[in-house]
């Protein structure tokens, strides 16, 4: 048990330094809620379940869902299909 312990703290470190590193906005908000849920699963490992249902919820959950919508209103997630309908048409016209 101290060596799954052990893979998920330096699980949670990379995720920590990763996101930082990380340039696409996308990526980060993925690998926070990795954090999320790998802290919450670190919660159950020391017997606090309120705190691991707390942080899969709101961590996971409700901010990344926040994030997501975030990157939605100011234009940052470009839907590929837009993209490729564009490339198409732009061969199209040449």
Known sequence: MVIF???LFAFLIVCAISVTFSKNLLNSILI???YSLVMSIIWILLESPDL???EAAVGAGI???LF???L???HAMVDLNKDEKKEKQE???S
Do not use: D, L, R, Y
Request: glycine share 4%; charged share 15%; with cysteine.
């Open 91 to 93: 061969e199209g016209n």
């Open 32 to 34: 926070f809620m990795s």
């Open 5 to 7: 312990q052990c893979i």
């Open 52 to 54: 691991a249902i707390t």
């Open 72 to 74: 939605k209103k100011i």
């Open 63 to 65: 901010t990344s869902i």
């Open 68 to 70: 997501f919508v975030t």
